[in-house]
């Protein structure tokens, strides 16, 4: 039979009612030095030609008069698109902290209310520098609250925001950035800027025009422009201060108005990492990303003054979603990177961290390194109680029926056997048995052990992990010390949530799941060649529809085609995965969606077995000795696989520093075997018979990892070639 899954909430609609206006609150932070109380007198020079106002004193100003908005609506309504947030968290929060960014110069802190003012000011500036309703705006920056008040302004002038990181290579940014049709451009800082004009000039010199000649204005979120960049330029280049003071007189004036902004109507286009060739860009409207504000509820539960660390780069749709949602909810979001990361988890410990997989996986890798400098005895302690904690979890699962590992009909139920039925009762007693031999270890390992770790962690309620798949040593590993994990999955396609583990209700977050549809989508499984579905508990492609589904490729009709070749708006999303069946004797996984890899990822070796790579992947990365896998064996008799050792492991290891390079690949070989072998689904053909060990880091600026740190292997081949031809004849054909 065919299965459909879907959530059985209703999604929450639009509705009329009057926004209250905002009368504008003091611009001033909280705590001011006195660096941040010149930055706040503007004294606005002339750029690039363009006549600019005397010196003014924004704090002397007096107030602009409240802004009264088109789209009338309450604030204690759902809002339908994004530029309602600001107001109505300003009239519900007002003086609750809403962001802290301790890295930046001055340390700036802004209030609900003083963020809705600055987004208003900002609008009001842009407007002044020509920015009009449809326009697209180039913004290519890292994390920062100028970051969220730049995204804040031009959505509510009406425009749609063109997202990159400032990191990302200059032609690839040029590329966006004409591809786009942007009219505006804003970068972090002077150098990011200095990178693209380089760029340009190669592209003048070599007569194929400039990329960025379309640009009206630019603004650095950062620092000062320097008067070259304005002459290179041709257009005004301001600094994010001088656009704010323009932005206040603009509103004194009464000459700033929010545009009546609908949410069918394009909030950004997020270009996708292209493996190869150009990125495409992803239209998301308003309604894609309102909808998951409105529904992540659903998922975690947020309250007004809880504190979240923001970490992911913001053009990461992963981490814009979460953010707009817990800035909603009035949450305080602090802003923090990967290098302070561990300072910042005790400096401002968060009740949520939302992250990807390999910050989990740091983590736990530094509590291993951390045993491994304690004595013997201490290390020998902790080690096997974290061991036998991982076992009571695995045990716990099984016996509360909520391992995916038994969310299947035994083998011979189908035919009527009672012999399966009994061996999966069989099972499940075992491991309630053991769950309860082990629970008196569990109760002091949490005592002696847990409590330490989850200090030194800092995340007081939970972890929302996605942007890649969560191995399952890590969901025992975080189980175990009492950290709730929520992993999600979704796509950039997807706005992007499609699926997540819950904690709001017990036994919603499976581990080994991507939990259910958030409400509104629905997910089918169906047979990657013939699109027809599948039954439950049957692997295939995994299709979604819903109100998070993007609008298309910006530009790409034939890439557009691709992905909902399956009609009637159901989009391809790539991946691989089964959903548990309803009506398993002594399970409870029903309706929950297993991930079993990427489609395009498949190993079909030439005895015609098909491998998914990722659940060995996964498996292998438990090892203390390995940072990343990459399987290989496309028409080969047998596996191999690139390993990269963990470097900062092996250093910090005599031992091991000391190996050859021929006994160095013998150890990593036999950790491949042995945590390959005891997966759970392990089959003799997953045997990885021949490793080749790569010492040349991966990286994000060389392509070979993506943003969110996962390996791209179409970028690995081509990279690390010689290594990856050497293992492939080392394969039996």
Wanted: hydrophobic share 40%.
């Amino acid at each position: 039979m065919q299965h459909t899954l879907k959530s059985g909430h209703a999604v929450g609609g639009a509705s009329g009612g009057e926004r209250r206006s905002q009368q504008r609150p003091p611009l001033g932070l909280r705590t001011r030095t006195p660096l941040q109380q010149q930055q706040q007198r503007f004294v606005i020079t002339r750029v690039a030609q363009i006549e600019r106002p005397a010196v003014v004193d924004v704090e002397s100003l007096p107030r602009p008069a409240p802004v009264t908005v088109e789209r009338p609506r309450a604030v204690d309504q759902e809002i339908s698109t994004l530029c309602e947030i600001w107001p109505r968290n300003a009239a519900r929060f007002g003086n609750l902290t809403a962001i802290k960014d301790p890295h930046q110069e001055g340390s700036p802190e802004l209030t609900f209310s003083q963020l809705n003012a600055a987004i208003n000011d900002f609008a009001a500036g842009l407007q002044g520098l020509g920015l009009q309703q449809y326009d697209k705006v180039a913004l290519f920056s890292e994390n920062s609250c100028h970051w969220l008040v730049a995204d804040g302004a031009i959505l509510t002038c009406g425009g749609a925001d063109v997202v990159r990181g400032a990191t990302a290579p200059p032609e690839e940014l040029l590329y966006i950035a004409q591809h786009s049709g942007s009219t505006g451009m804003v970068v972090q800082d002077a150098a990011t800027l200095d990178r693209l004009l380089a760029a340009v000039a190669l592209h003048v010199e070599h007569h194929e025009g400039n990329p960025l000649e379309a640009m009206r204005f630019v603004v650095l979120l950062w620092g000062e422009p320097t008067p070259a960049q304005a002459a290179a330029l041709g257009c005004p280049v301001l600094p994010y201060a001088e656009v704010l003071g323009r932005g206040v007189q603009r509103r004194l004036a009464g000459g700033f108005r929010p545009a009546d902004v609908r949410p069918q109507d394009l909030a950004t286009l997020v270009y996708t990492s292209g493996t190869t060739g150009h990125p495409k860009g992803v239209q998301l409207t308003h309604d894609n990303l309102a909808y998951q504000v409105r529904n992540l509820s659903s998922v975690i539960n947020i309250t007004p003054g809880d504190q979240v660390l923001s970490l992911l780069p913001p053009w990461h749709i992963y981490e814009r979603t979460c953010s707009y949602y817990v800035l909603h909810e009035g949450a305080q979001q602090t802003y923090t990177n990967v290098r302070r990361l561990r300072d910042d988890l005790t400096a401002f410990p968060p009740d949520h961290l939302v992250c990807v997989p390999l910050v989990l996986d740091t983590l736990h890798s530094r509590v291993r390194q951390k045993l491994a400098t304690a004595s013997a005895a201490r290390a020998a302690i902790a080690t096997a109680l974290l061991a036998a904690g991982a076992a009571y979890v695995r045990a716990r699962r099984v016996a509360e029926g909520l391992s995916v590992q038994h969310a299947l009909p035994a083998k011979g139920a189908e035919a009527g056997g009672m012999a399966a039925y009994v061996r999966r009762w069989v099972d499940v007693v075992s491991a309630a048995l053991l769950s309860a031999v082990l629970a008196p270890l569990q109760a002091l390992a949490s005592k002696l052990v847990y409590s330490k770790i989850r200090e030194a962690l800092g995340v007081r309620k939970t972890v929302i992990s996605g942007g890649g798949s969560l191995a399952a040593h890590l969901d025992d590993f975080f189980e175990a010390i009492g950290v709730p994990v929520l992993n999600g999955w979704g796509l950039t396609e997807t706005s992007p949530v499609l699926a997540c583990r819950r904690s709001i209700v017990p036994g919603q977050n499976i581990r080994g799941s991507v939990g259910i549809p958030v409400p509104g989508t629905q997910v089918r499984v169906v047979d990657p060649e013939t699109l027809a579905p599948l039954p439950a508990g049957r692997q295939g492609l995994v299709l979604a529809r819903g109100p998070g589904v993007m609008q298309g490729y910006f530009r790409d009709p034939e890439a557009t085609a691709k992905v909902f070749r399956a009609g009637d708006g159901w989009f391809d999303t790539g991946d691989l995965g089964w959903v548990a069946p309803s009506g398993v004797p002594l399970s409870r996984c029903g309706g929950h969606l297993v991930l079993s890899g990427r489609a395009k990822d498949t190993i079909v070796l030439s005895s015609g077995k098909n491998v998914e790579p990722q659940p060995i992947e996964d498996a292998v990365a438990a090892s203390t000795l390995i940072k990343y896998v990459v399987l290989l064996g496309q028409d080969k008799r047998e596996l191999g696989a690139l390993v990269w050792p963990d470097e900062d492991a092996l250093a910090a290891s005599p031992e091991l520093s000391a190996l050859s390079p021929h006994d160095l690949e013998d150890r990593l070989t036999a950790e491949v075997t042995r945590l390959n072998g005891a997966r759970p689904d392990y089959h003799p053909f997953d045997h990885v018979a021949h490793i080749g060990v790569v010492r040349t880091p991966l990286s994000v600026d060389d392509g070979t990892l993506t943003r969110t740190m996962k390996p791209r292997r179409p970028e690995i081949m081509k990279v690390h070639r010689a290594v990856a031809d050497h293992l492939l004849h080392r394969l039996r054909g």
